[in-house]
């Protein structure tokens, strides 16, 4: 544990503070930036352009949807980053819900028909494994969504689905490959 001394004329000006009640946020303020600027700093995670093209030509190669690259402590909750990719296809009916995990996809080439909301038809839970745990923690899988809403997201697209919302490509009709970053407030994702 740190302990902070201060100095004669600190002293006076804190003890100071302390006495006026108006004053208290401020020295509240005061304490939260001054503890902040005893501790050290979480270390950013850098992903770089040269693994996310590799990992798209291996995901391609191994024909693999979602290919988790990072997974981090965040200071309290982890963040995840994958990049997803799938080939084309269409009619498909189905949906999945991450109980745990929002995921924010953001477009990174070609375009599909993604469904989300609603409710998840024939929900049946998801065994945990080692590489669910990876990608995205606990949830169920179902065979369609009823009340959903589609629509098309093309190349730039940012997608926010919550926690506990269904959702699934519908139709690709050539390709679609997306990176995913994962909020894990409760921190079951195995770290990366």
């Given at each position: 544990?740190?302990?902070?001394?201060?100095?004669?004329?600190?002293?006076?000006?804190?003890?100071?503070l302390?006495?006026?009640?108006?004053?208290?946020?401020?020295?509240?303020?005061?304490?939260?930036?001054?503890?902040?600027?005893?501790?050290?700093?979480?270390?950013?995670?850098h992903?770089?352009?040269?693994?996310?093209?590799?990992?798209?030509?291996?995901?391609?190669?191994?024909?693999?949807?979602?290919?988790?690259?990072?997974?981090i402590?965040?200071?309290?909750?982890?963040?995840?980053?994958?990049?997803?990719?799938?080939?084309?296809s269409?009619?498909?009916?189905?949906?999945?819900?991450?109980?745990?995990?929002?995921?924010?996809?953001?477009?990174?080439?070609g375009?599909?028909?993604?469904?989300t909301?609603?409710?998840?038809?024939?929900?049946?839970?998801r065994?945990?494994?080692?590489?669910?745990?990876?990608?995205?923690?606990?949830?169920?899988?179902?065979?369609?969504?009823?009340?959903?809403?589609?629509?098309?997201?093309?190349?730039?697209?940012?997608?926010?689905i919550?926690?506990?919302?269904?959702?699934?490509?519908?139709?690709?009709?050539?390709?679609?490959?997306?990176?995913?970053?994962?909020?894990?407030?409760?921190q079951?994702?195995?770290?990366?």
């Amino acid at each position: 544990m740190r302990c902070l001394l201060l100095s004669g004329d600190t002293l006076a000006v804190v003890e100071s503070l302390i006495q006026r009640e108006e004053a208290m946020p401020y020295l509240i303020a005061a304490v939260i930036a001054l503890s902040q600027s005893l501790g050290s700093s979480i270390p950013a995670a850098h992903i770089t352009h040269v693994d996310i093209v590799d990992t798209t030509e291996n995901a391609i190669l191994n024909n693999a949807t979602d290919t988790p690259m990072r997974t981090i402590d965040a200071g309290g909750h982890n963040i995840g980053v994958a990049l997803a990719h799938r080939g084309p296809s269409s009619n498909v009916v189905a949906g999945t819900i991450h109980s745990e995990v929002t995921e924010i996809y953001t477009v990174l080439a070609g375009s599909g028909t993604l469904v989300t909301g609603g409710r998840l038809l024939n929900p049946k839970e998801r065994e945990i494994t080692p590489l669910r745990m990876l990608q995205s923690g606990p949830g169920w899988t179902g065979a369609g969504m009823e009340g959903a809403v589609s629509r098309e997201v093309v190349e730039g697209d940012i997608i926010v689905i919550p926690a506990g919302t269904p959702h699934y490509f519908s139709d690709v009709a050539d390709s679609i490959t997306y990176s995913i970053v994962r909020v894990d407030p409760d921190q079951i994702l195995t770290l990366k």
